[in-house]
Structure formats: C-alpha cells, structure tokens
C-alpha cells in the first residue's frame, strides 16, 4: 500500500510539472496551428536561466520564477515576431524545420557557453522531505513546485476565460480569419501566445531544476514528453494538457513501480496508441474534420 | 585545424629518426558523455608532455566520436587506412569500444582501451585488442567482497542503467552474489535521463534489503541517492558502482553522498608510482581533480607511445611488445595477460572507496587504506 501511495503522490506530483510544459505547447499549437519543436529546448533555457540567477545572483529557484516569467515571455515574443510570423502561412514542415533550428541553435548555443557538463542546483532543500506517515514521503521542492504549477494554471485559465486579452487568444485560436474580421489584432495574440508557451516552458524549467539536472540537451527529453501528452489531452486544449500531464506522471510512475522502471515508457506509448486508435482527436478534443 | 597542422608539421620533418610516433585518439569529447571524456582528453594531453620530456615526439590524430558506436566505427576506419597510425588509444565508452575492437582487429591496429568497462570487449579473442582498467566483474565483486567483509548481508537489490554499463555490470554482480549466498530482492533497470525513480526506490525499500546495488553515470546517481533519501530507503550500505558515483560533483553533495561505497580504477592518494606527483600536476594544469579516466588514459599513452618508439612504429611488432611488455607507473603493475576468457586484460587491483566526510577514503584493500569503513550506513538525518 505504501509502495502504490508513493508512486501515485510521486506521479501526481511530476505530472504537475509535465502539464505546465504540455500547456505551453497547446496554447502555441491552438493560436498558430504550428508545431512547436523547440519548446524542450526553450525549457533548457528556462533551466539556465535559473541557474544563472541562482549562482551569480543567489536568488532561490522557486523566488526566481518571477524573473524567469518575463523574461522567457519576451524570448518567446522575440522569437514569434522575428521567425514564426513568417512562415505562419507557409507548408507545415517548413514551419517544423524552422522550429527544429531553432531548437538546435538553442541548445548548441548554450553547449558553447556552458559546455556540455552536467549542471546540479544544489539548494538547501533539494533532499527535503515531508513526512505523510504510513512510509509515505513527500519531496519538498517537488511539492512546492506542484504548488507553483497549480497556481500558475489557475491563474492561465482565469486570463484565458475572464481577461479581453484571453478571450482574443481564444477567439484566435477558434477561427483565425474570423477573429480578425472581428477586429483582433491576430499578429499581437500570436506574440502574446507564443510568449506565454515560452514562459510556461521556461518556468517549468525553473521548476524541476531543483530536482533535476541540467544539460544542453536535455530538451529533446521533453520536447518528446510535451509532444505525448499535448495530443493525448487534445491538440489546443489547455484542460485536455493538464489532464494528460497528469495522467502521463501517474502511468510512468505506477508502471516503475509496478512493471519496471526500463519498461514505463513502453507503457506510456501503448496508453497513448490506445487513446488514439479510440479517440483520435486526443481526451478533450474536437474533432477538426 | 589542429589536425592541419599536426599534418603539416608531420611532411616538415624530414628525417625519419626525427619522425613523431603517429598514434590515433578515438574519445568522446562532445555529447553527452563529454564530461568524463574532457578527464581522457586532459590525461594524453599531459602524456604527450611527459613524453616530449622523455624525447619521444607524439603525432596525435584526435577522433571525437560524440559518444556513438557508428561514429566511433568510422573514425577507426579513418585512423588505420588514411592516417596509418601506429597504434589507437580510446574510445571511452563500452558500446564504442566494442564497436571499434571489432575493426581494430580487421585492420590490425593495436588498440588501447582505457577505461571501458564491458567485459565482452577483451572476451572475444581479439589479439590486437588491449584493456588497461579492470572490466566490470571487478567493479561488482570487488565492491560484493568488501561489504561481505564489512558486514553480514543476505539480501540485494539492483538498480541499473539499461545501456551496456549498466546491464552488464550488474548482471555480473548477480552471477557473483550468487556464488556468496546473497539473495536477489530486487533487479530494476531505468532508462537514463528520468525525473522520478521514487516509486521504484518505494518499491526496493518494501523489499528491506541489506544492499543497494547502483549502476549509474553522474547525474542519475545525485538523483538517486536524494530521492532514496527522499523515500527512506535504509540498506546497511549504498553500492556504488562506477562512473557515476566516483566523481567530486557527487561527492560535493554530502547529505546524500556521505557514506556511499564505491570502487574505483584509480586515486591519487594510493602508493603507485608517481600516482601522487600526477594528481598534483593534473590539478594544476587543468584546474580540477583528476579521476581515474584520466589516470587510465595517461597511463594508455605513454605504454602506447613507448611501445610504438620501440617497435619503430610497426603495427606488429607494436602488438607483440604490447603483449610482452611489463610496465609498473601511476596506475601500478600493468601487464596484458590472458586469465578467465580474458585476453590482452590488464588484471588490475581495484580500490574500494568510502566517501567520508565529502572526500573519498581508500576503505580496501587494507594495504591501500587511508581511512576505515564505516558500517552500516548511518540512519537518514
């Protein structure tokens, strides 16, 4: 009992932490239909950023989010107003291959910079636990930053439903040419967008760097992560990301537990072969045809 | 560039007593196993210089092989027909090395290997196929061994790396603790790169076993010694072996390294020839801890470099003085004997380390020891 608890606290926990990278990714696809691949990558500038901040500045991880927010939104603007808005019209795997270099420049940039070394954040509370009793512990930083998580989605979805800017992405994302016949400026929502993709992405980063470790390529891990539970929970559906971010934390960490750590990706792939061969739109969905 | 210009120097040098030994590096010097290569780099480049002092001018063609077999494979390709080297030092990796052995003996071109630990590589009757570290089976029953010697445990549980390591480090240590009476509680293998091994560390700690035995490179070993923590697992003592749990990151990380087990090639602190004085000027040069890769790479180089001068740079006269030779220096006596279905294996003596108070103390064998062991591993703080 004790073993099932851990792993689904310790599942839910990450899958957080996995759904602020989905919901990045849904949000790009959702406004620009654009694929996004460098979003592992822009989470590996979020991890550096952090790292920076944190060994030239001291400033705490979690505390940093709020320099790492910003500035990873006006990365993302950047990179939506010189290099994306261009080839919005253009075939999708042009958009793709551009997305792809830049991923690539990204993660080679930072090679020169930083070399390939493996990074560890050592904070004071990076081997923290809580105690929950019954054998059940909990990692502090991963909890905080579930917690971080929480509140950033809440307040997504409150700027997404409530805001005029948000109902405009929306709008932006239901029916481009219509939005714009209604007088949005689509140009603006895309910045906008593809700075809030970058700067969840880039939090997340914050995030797990506490935990985790940080390498130049480490993107690519989750890129392909993102890509999963984005077309699990729905192509654009910001729940559909959160709901299967979380489901893909539960399934890898009860398959380790249960099956064998070497096998918790199979398991994550044949869940999602399943989920499409049945719902082929994703969770939440809607069918486009 | 360098290359360029080694090249250029090469056709600049006329006489042919004057002639640098011409001798290939395979190495992984960019991707992700660049971190531990950068040690195989720095150990040849302060090779090179000792050699120079001795009046043997080297001539090295640098292959990067960014960790991958295939390209590993063709660097080999390169050396022995374009380059015509003497001889190869490297590749680092086991899925490299294994790859090049192959070639090396289809070309017939001594190769050194330096520290790669799967054991198939010297197991395949290669001749011209050499190995200066222990293989794999040391790690395991060395480290097996010590805390048999340590302590009275009956239970084990693997936790592993899926790559070549990984897999075959451990599946030697089950061999091993199978012969000692040591039951089997648990054998988890993980795909390297994961974020949470927590419910698999819940799922060993349910299994209450005496020993934990990790195959790791460096990250995953900070995260799995922190998220054992995490979860409370309690074993008499933390097995680490290799790579990963060998390195000054890991030990920096004292809540959680303090105590560890691990084995190791090679220290500076041990009584080898000149181990000492090489520590101490590879700390200057390069600014870091050497670790026993570079040890290991040194000490391949200047073998490779004096043999080949000796030979006057004939493949097979090379190999037959590799296979003859006897050479004693920072990593100890070193000598290619064929023993165990091994052959051209260097029987090296592996030295069972402890991290003690954020520094890693020699606990075993008793001769080479600086400190002594603490056991059991001491409760969670």
Not at chain 2, 27 to 44: C, L, R, V, W, Y
Not at chain 2, 358 to 370: H, M, N, R
Request: hydrophobic share 45%.
């Amino acid at each position: 009992m004790a073993v099932f608890l851990q792993s689904l606290i310790s599942g839910i926990l990450i899958g957080g932490v996995y759904a602020l990278i989905g919901i990045g990714l849904t949000l790009i696809f959702g406004v620009m239909r654009v694929i996004n691949f460098a979003h592992g990558d822009i989470l590996m500038v979020g991890m550096y950023l952090t790292y920076m901040i944190f060994t030239l500045l001291g400033i705490d991880p979690f505390v940093s989010v709020l320099i790492t927010f910003p500035l990873m939104f006006l990365f993302g603007g950047f990179l939506q107003k010189v290099f994306i808005n261009r080839v919005l019209d253009a075939l999708a795997q042009n958009q793709i291959l551009l997305t792809i270099g830049l991923g690539l420049i990204m993660s080679n940039t930072v090679m020169l910079i930083f070399t390939s070394d493996y990074k560890i954040l050592s904070t004071s509370y990076s081997s923290a636990t809580i105690k929950v009793g019954g054998g059940v512990s909990v990692s502090t930083p991963l909890l905080i930053s579930f917690l971080i998580t929480a509140a950033i989605t809440a307040a997504l979805y409150w700027f997404l439903l409530k805001t005029d800017t948000g109902q405009a992405i929306r709008a932006t994302a239901q029916d481009r040419d219509a939005a714009q016949l209604m007088g949005i400026n689509v140009k603006r929502m895309s910045i906008i967008a593809f700075g809030l993709g970058s700067a969840l992405a880039g939090t997340a980063g914050a995030l797990i760097s506490p935990t985790y470790y940080i390498f130049p390529q480490v993107g690519s891990v989750f890129t392909l992560k993102a890509f999963v539970i984005t077309v699990l929970g729905g192509m654009g559906s910001v729940v559909g990301a959160t709901l299967g971010g979380v489901l893909i934390g539960i399934t890898e960490s009860m398959s380790a537990a249960y099956i064998s750590s070497g096998w918790k990706d199979v398991v994550v792939f044949v869940l999602f072969l399943l989920v499409l061969l049945f719902k082929p739109s994703g969770l939440m969905g809607k069918s486009r045809t | 560039m360098r290359k360029h210009l080694l090249a250029l120097g090469a056709t600049l040098v006329l006489t042919p007593c004057l002639m640098a030994q011409k001798i290939g590096v395979i190495n992984s010097m960019s991707g992700p196993e660049a971190p531990i290569g950068e040690n195989i780099t720095n150990g040849i480049k302060l090779a090179e210089e000792d050699l120079k002092k001795k009046g043997i001018n080297l001539q090295l063609v640098w292959e990067d092989d960014t960790g991958k077999p295939q390209i590993s494979m063709s660097a080999m390709e390169k050396l022995a027909t374009r380059e015509n080297v003497v001889g190869v030092v490297g590749p680092y990796t086991s899925a490299c090395s294994n790859a090049v052995a192959k070639l090396a003996e289809k070309y017939h071109v001594p190769l050194l290997i330096p520290a790669a630990a799967k054991e198939e590589i010297t197991r395949q009757g290669l001749a011209h196929v050499f190995r200066m570290n222990a293989p794999a089976d040391k790690y395991a029953s060395s480290l097996i061994d010590a805390a048999a010697s340590l302590g009275k445990p009956k239970t084990i549980a693997f936790i592993y790396e899926n790559t070549d390591f990984g897999t075959s480090t451990s599946k030697t240590a089950k061999d091993y603790v199978a012969t000692k009476g040591i039951q089997v509680v648990a054998d988890v293998s993980y795909p390297k790169g994961s974020a949470d091994y927590r419910s698999t560390l819940a799922q060993i700690k349910s299994k209450n076993p005496d020993l934990v035995f990790m195959v790791s490179y460096v990250a995953d070993a900070i995260l799995l010694m922190r998220q054992s923590r995490e979860v409370g697992l309690q074993p008499q003592a933390f097995l680490g072996a290799g790579a990963g749990f060998t390195t000054v990151e890991f030990a920096k990380e004292r809540a959680i390294s303090d105590n560890v087990i691990s084995c190791t090639q090679w220290t500076d602190d041990v009584n080898w020839p000149g181990a000492k004085d090489f520590g101490a000027r590879y700390k200057a040069k390069f600014g870091k801890e050497p670790t026993y890769h570079a040890a290991c790479a040194y000490a391949s180089m200047i073998i490779m470099a004096e043999t080949a001068k000796a030979s006057g740079g004939d493949r097979t006269k090379t190999r037959t003085a590799l296979k003859a030779g006897k050479w004693n220096g920072i990593m100890g006596e070193v000598k290619f004997a064929d023993y165990d279905g091994f052959t051209n294996q260097n029987n090296h003596q592996m030295l069972v380390q402890q991290i003690i108070a954020g520094k890693y103390e020699t606990v075993l064998p008793a001769q080479f020891a600086t400190k002594k062991a603490i056991y059991p591993f001491p409760k969670w703080k």
